[in-house]
């Protein structure tokens, strides 16, 4: 038990002084990477401590990925790099630039020794579910992005409420959690409200949607919008039967799909926003450029991965409603 020195004399709370003791016996290479630690009942005894003290120095070093712990064995050493001081868990649906975007934004404005280990569910409930309960306890933090998969409270409830920031839509039994969500049924009326009168120069309105991935907000504000307006609209799930023609406009949720409505468009006679109008969601790079810039309604996302950091670095509770605006270009 050498390894453990706590001094009754210093100020320094005993759970932090075992942990500057492994850090201490890490540094000095008393402690190696695979190397077992003195199981908890040993510390508890030697220094008079409760179970609880070294169980909260325990788990520090475990969420910051320094020490893991085996079922039935003990604690290992699992990394030598003691600079790491906590540990973050991100659940994203998918990657994609956009998403691309919050993510370096998020780790540019954390700082260094912060340790974010990226997953993805795909919009598979089972992904999803398993995902979380394997790395529950494992992380200081854990930022879930939910999308539409539903009753994800069943599995988000088994971590600690006050280290989870559900991120992009806030379902309804999320409503609780600190969040960073988009409003997608305020953000697409208001963006097609913004762009009314350039739309109502054509005949139709068009949204391409499909349930399994898309917010159910937007097909909400979309509705409404349409109603608002007294507007000819039609929702669709697919472009693949479906050629372009003169006076519609097509609100695209999805970049391959725009790749795809564009595409068809130049294989008619129609000229782009004359003939025909595209409005793309998720601002893009890409955006700017394609067709001679397309018009898209969007939120700020590296505005949505700075303030993300921010509550993460601080330990804001807080639910953030990420501002969201129409940019008008070409193609409308």
């Known amino acids: 038990m050498k390894m453990i020195s706590l001094n009754k004399k210093v ?48 788990n520090e070093l475990k969420n910051r990925g320094i020490i893991h712990s085996i079922v039935g064995k003990g604690y290992y050493v699992l990394s030598e790099d003691i600079s790491v001081s906590q540990k973050i868990f991100l659940l994203f649906d998918e990657l994609n630039s956009f998403k691309e975007d919050l993510y370096n934004s998020f780790l540019a404005n954390l700082g260094n020794h912060i340790q974010v280990d990226i997953f993805f569910h795909h919009f598979n409930p089972t992904i999803f579910n398993k995902l979380i309960s394997d790395n529950a306890g494992d992380y200081n933090s854990y930022i879930i992005m939910p999308a539409n998969i539903e009753d994800t409270i069943n599995s988000i409830q088994k971590l600690p409420k006050d280290k989870v920031y ?81 006076g519609e406009v097509y609100v695209v949720l999805e970049d391959k799909d725009l790749l795809v409505i564009i595409k ?65 270009r070409n193609s409308l």
């Open 264 to 328: 068809k468009i130049r294989k008619t006679s129609l000229i782009l926003a004359q003939d025909i109008g595209v409005i793309s969601y998720n601002d893009t790079l890409l955006k700017e450029i394609v067709a001679g810039g397309i018009t898209t309604i969007s939120t700020n996302f590296k505005l949505m991965g700075k303030n993300l950091a921010e509550m993460i670095i601080n330990n804001n509770v807080d639910s953030i409603e990420n501002p969201s605006n129409l940019i008008c």
């Open 11 to 58: 100020g320094a709370p005993k759970y932090k002084q075992i942990i500057t003791s492994i850090e201490d016996a890490i540094l000095n290479g008393t402690l190696k990477k695979g190397d077992k630690l003195p199981s908890l009942n040993n510390i508890k005894t030697a220094h008079s401590l409760s179970r609880d003290t070294v169980l909260t120095a325990f």
């Open 166 to 246: 559900i991120l992009d839509q806030v379902q309804k039994d999320l409503l609780d959690y600190t969040a960073i969500y988009q409003n997608f049924e305020k953000d697409i009326f208001n963006g097609l409200n913004k762009g009314i009168s350039r739309i109502k120069k054509y005949q139709k309105l068009i949204l391409l949607y499909t349930k399994d991935k898309q917010p159910k907000g937007l097909l909400t504000g979309f509705n409404t919008f349409c109603n608002h307006n007294n507007l000819d609209n039609e929702v669709i799930s697919s472009l693949e039967n479906r050629m372009p023609k003169k």
